[in-house]
């Protein structure tokens, strides 16, 4: 809990050792977090669909697996992916509100305690909180402020009411805001009313879903100062997001996502020059993708769910791959105070 | 402001449509009519006697001599002044047959679609809380069981075990035409309405509460419920505040749009039940060809589907706030 | 009777997945019909003999269903009732298939056509169904002839507005776009492009038209609109009970509605599971 009075003197100068530049503040407080122990674990967790197909045939859809993450108190982790590399099922899984053909294995903690459905049910909303990806989550025939209070008991309502107003005021939704229907926002007004959901509910951990796209760049970059304002008062934030930008601007960490794992954990400082300090070959190739870097565009695409592929899921578009790559998945390596899954890094 | 501007355009707009409806359905089913085989006048008068003039009357009238086009027109003609004719099987005017026997089916209908539709509702919900578990099969079973049960079986069912085997309401239900409305208690009348609403009402739940449940179980697995689990909410709770909410407009359009279907079902009902209702008039009248009457119940059942259409897209149009935001930044 | 079936899948098909299950509820539905309808014809008339000495007897293993005021065997009369039921429905929903089919296509051909047979389905479920068939009847000259026609004609509306929103849908690919510039005419590409996309659809279509024609003719006959009381029919055996319901002799009308009940049941059934094979979409529930 002494990170938490850290981050509270942010702005008192006098009291950090190290005012050089920001990338040394970021790395002290990234190595600090180290010791204590991870507010969410995630261990090796697959997830797959039973579906049919025509004529009834039964399959099975992997659209995770073996993927690991952790998140820690007071820090900001993106998880950077693609379309339909299954980020949003990862905040669903935790959440514990997948679709009922799901099946999900592996292993999860928070807190310290084994995360099982019950559990789950448990906390969700007021332990761990979600900012949805879309206006599409919201009940379009239900008025905003009755959704952002949400269920609560009568006597509270009052007061909920207030503190809703008090949240909507720091966001810049103004009263009439509270009275209308969904379908009567803006793109940006959405945002705010979703993170106001979140910040109602105290929660110690958020898991934000794509909160960024179709944002200009003065409210993409308010909208992140929220997530960082939520980092700063301690709670640990998970920012699911395609923009590599966005990303960098605010995380500690960046975990990438590629066809339903994580194939590396980086610190934010790894992300420069022309990211040699990266670990995985696609992490590299989607820095160097950037425009503001050489902007080149990695060849091939992800590999479909239903391909079934027996060594590293990258192995089609690794410009390193060796013979042991297509054999076996890599095993994950701590590497340089991150984690990577290559054969070809040491 | 707006809304009132919108409102008169709407009613406006389905007046309109009413009416050209109502005239292409007049012109087809009077032709249909006149070109079948049956020869009104003949199979009227083979009942009963009647005097020279009269017949000579009816003939022209409805007789063969008269070309259809010319019929068709002194119909409508008179109709367009209010005058539908004299029913030749009740010997009143038309509308007067139709205002009291309409009035007797409207209660009966209007009793089993409250009835059907507040039951259906409601077991559509648990249904669809509790999809795949065994309640949520047996009212699936129940009403499968039901869609597929001939109306007029169910009505004869339950007269035999509630006023043959268990004696608890009169099995000659019917009161002889020519005793009005007044000299029937209420008593009286409530028997003879309970039977016959009770078979519409079992048989109308089967539609709604499959409705229903498919449309809470759309509802239960969008994301904005999935986004209200995230946030703790769960289950009658949730239910309440977001399935009802979500279902139960379409429900009630569904439950409008039904009105063509509880017409037919009320048919075979008063028949079984010889409830003195319109949908007995429409049968007494198709079976002796009294056309007038016929013609008369046609154009009030037409009016009666379109008045339940018009009210399903009012509510529509109207009350759901999407569509009404929608339509005003048009 | 009904819930048995349903009971009996989970105990006989346990073990099977639901390919097979529901091949299989469908193979069994199939065959129950196809033995009623063949039992129909095979039973002769002789078999309805009126014979007195055995008039209203209540239901025994001799006369599984009871027999009636002639002496005749209610359980052949039934069968003969749901035989001819079953191929009327069969005969009328083939014409309304045919007509959705030729109505569907014609609207895929231009605007007018389109909303002409948009205000034609309006207009034919702009009376109630059972009036529209009793109005068809009488225009036909009554009778089973009457009723026959007025269920034909009456039950195409369903199945021509999901084959135009079919095509309507279809119209949007690529393939026909590329047809269409290679100046092939609209009926050309309409059957030769569109036409075999929307099979599997009819066809269920078709299916599901049959428990709507054959519960409609029953209630026309019953009535009074359709078959002359000789003829075997559902609706002419229930109506007749209707006299000797005081009586007490229930079994008159509760076997032969019942036997109803369940062809119609198969039919809904058949139509479901080809509807999950078909479009699996709703298949987990
Ligand atoms: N209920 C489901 N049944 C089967 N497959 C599903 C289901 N839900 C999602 N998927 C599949 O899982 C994959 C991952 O979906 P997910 O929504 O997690 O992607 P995402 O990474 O969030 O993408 P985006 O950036 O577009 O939001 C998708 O390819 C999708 O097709
Ligand atoms: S394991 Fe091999 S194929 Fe996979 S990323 Fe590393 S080098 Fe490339
Ligand atoms: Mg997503």
């Known amino acids: ?346 | 402001m707006l809304d009132k501007d919108k409102i008169a355009g709407f009613i406006g707009n389905k007046i309109l449509r009413l009416l050209s409806l109502l005239i292409v359905v007049c012109f087809v089913s009077f032709m249909l009519i006149q070109y079948s085989p049956i020869d009104p006048v003949r199979a009227y008068i083979g009942e009963m006697p009647v005097s020279a003039e009269h017949k000579a009357n009816l003939e022209e009238y409805w007789g063969v001599n008269t070309p259809p086009q010319e019929k068709f027109l002194n119909w409508a003609g008179d109709a367009l002044k209010g005058n539908f004719g004299i029913s030749l099987i009740y010997r009143m005017p038309v509308t007067d047959v139709i205002k009291e026997r309409f009035t007797a089916s409207l209660v009966l209908m209007a009793a089993s679609w409250l009835f059907s539709g507040i039951l259906g509702f409601i077991l559509g919900i648990i249904a669809g809380m509790k999809k795949g578990t065994w309640i949520d099969k047996t009212i699936k079973i129940y009403c499968y069981v039901l869609a597929a049960t001939p109306t007029f079986w169910l009505a004869l069912i339950l007269l035999m075990v509630f006023s043959v085997y268990l004696g608890w309401f009169p099995i000659g239900l019917s009161v002889p035409i020519g005793v009005t409305a007044e000299n029937v208690t209420f008593l009286d009348w409530f028997l003879r309405l309970i039977l016959p609403a009770l078979t519409l009402s079992l048989l109308g739940v089967a539609q709604i509460a499959l409705f229903t449940r498919e449309k809470l179980i759309e509802v239960l697995s969008s994301d904005y419920v999935l986004f209200a689990k995230a946030r703790g909410e769960k289950g009658l709770d949730l239910v309440l505040r977001h399935g009802i909410r979500n279902v139960a407009l379409p429900a009630i359009t569904l439950q409008f749009l039904g009105f063509s279907e509880l017409f037919g079902g009320t048919v075979l009902v008063e028949q079984v039940f010889s409830y003195p209702g319109i949908g007995q008039a429409a049968v007494a009248a198709g079976l002796r060809s009294d056309v007038p009457l016929l013609l008369g119940i046609v154009i009030v059942s037409a009016c009666f589907v379109f008045f339940g259409n018009a009210i399903a897209d009012l509510i529509y149009q109207f009350v759901d706030p999407r569509i009404k935001q929608q339509e005003a930044s048009i | 009777m009904s819930t048995a079936v349903v009971t009996v899948n989970k105990g006989v098909f346990r073990g099977f997945n639901l390919r097979q299950k529901t091949l299989l509820i469908i193979g069994f539905t199939s065959l129950l019909l196809l033995a009623i309808v063949i039992s129909s014809v095979e039973f002769g008339d002789e078999s309805l003999h009126t014979n007195f000495g055995s008039k209203n007897l209540n239901p025994s293993p001799e006369h599984p269903f009871g027999t009636d005021w002639m002496g005749r065997d209610m359980f052949i009369r039934t069968l003969k009732g749901l035989g001819s039921s079953i191929m009327i429905g069969a005969f009328a929903s083939t014409i309304s298939t045919i007509l959705a089919i030729i109505l569907g296509l014609l609207s895929s051909t231009g605007k007018i056509a389109d909303s002409f047979i948009a205000w034609l389905v309006d207009l034919f479920l702009s009376i109630p169904h059972l009036l529209l068939i009793i109005l068809i009847s009488i225009g036909f000259g009554g009778g089973a002839t009457g009723v026959i026609i007025g269920v034909a004609l009456t039950h195409w509306t369903g199945l021509t507005r999901v084959v135009r929103a079919e095509i309507k849908q279809l119209k949007t690919q690529e393939y026909i776009h590329i047809s269409r510039n290679l100046g092939k005419s609209k009926w050309w590409i309409a059957t030769k492009h569109i036409f075999p996309h929307l099979i599997p659809q009819i066809f269920l279509g078709t299916i599901l038209m049959f428990p709507h024609a054959i519960l409609h003719e029953a209630s026309a006959t019953f009535l009074g609109f359709g078959l002359s009381p000789h003829e075997p029919a559902i609706g002419i055996i229930l109506s007749e009970s209707m006299k000797y319901l005081s009586a007490g002799y229930w079994w008159l009308a509760f076997f032969p509605g019942l036997s109803l009940l369940i062809v119609v049941l198969a039919f809904d059934m058949i139509g479901e599971n080809l509807g999950k094979l078909i479009d699996p979409k709703n298949a987990h529930e």
């Open chain 1, 1 to 346: 809990m002494g990170y938490m009075e850290n981050m509270g003197n942010m702005g008192n100068m006098e009291n950090m050792e190290n005012m050089g530049n920001m990338e040394n503040k970021t790395k002290t407080t990234a190595k600090e977090k180290k010791k204590t122990e991870a507010l969410l674990k995630v261990e090796n967790i697959s997830l797959s669909f039973i579906q049919y197909a025509s004529g009834l045939r039964q399959t099975e859809l992997k659209v995770i697996s073996n993927l690991s993450i952790e998140a820690h108190s007071g820090e900001i982790l993106a998880v950077v992916g693609s379309s339909g590399s299954g980020k949003s099922l990862l905040a669903h899984a935790i959440l514990g509100i997948l679709p009922s053909n799901a099946k999900l294995d592996g292993k999860m903690e928070y807190n310290g305690q084994q995360l099982t459905p019950e559990k789950k049910e448990e906390i969700r909303g007021k332990e761990i909180a979600l900012v949805p990806q879309s206006t599409n989550y919201l009940d379009p025939l239900m008025r905003i402020s009755n959704q952002v209070i949400g269920c609560v008991e009568e006597k509270n309502e009052g007061l909920m009411k207030k503190v809703q107003r008090d949240i909507f005021q720091k966001y810049d939704l103004k009263p009439d805001v509270d009275r209308m229907f969904p379908h009567e926002l803006s793109g940006g007004m959405t945002r705010r009313v979703l993170v106001s959901t979140a910040v109602m509910s105290s929660a110690k951990l958020i898991i934000a879903d794509e909160p960024t796209p179709g944002l200009d760049e003065k409210t993409l970059n308010e909208t992140l100062s929220y997530f960082k304002d939520m980092a700063n008062r301690g709670c640990a934030v998970i920012l699911i997001t395609h923009d590599i930008e966005a990303a960098l601007k605010i995380s500690d960490k960046i975990a990438v996502f590629y066809a339903g794992t994580v194939l590396e954990v980086a610190n934010v400082e790894d992300f420069k020059n022309n990211g040699e300090n990266l670990r995985h070959p696609y992490t590299r190739a989607l820095w160097n993708a950037l425009p503001q870097n050489k902007f080149q565009a990695i060849k091939g695409h992800q590999p479909m769910q239903d391909e079934v592929i027996d060594g590293c899921i990258f192995y089609e578009r690794c410009s390193k791959k060796n013979e042991l790559c297509s054999k076996g998945i890599p095993q994950l390596k701590s590497v340089n105070g991150g984690v990577v899954r290559c054969n070809n890094v040491s």
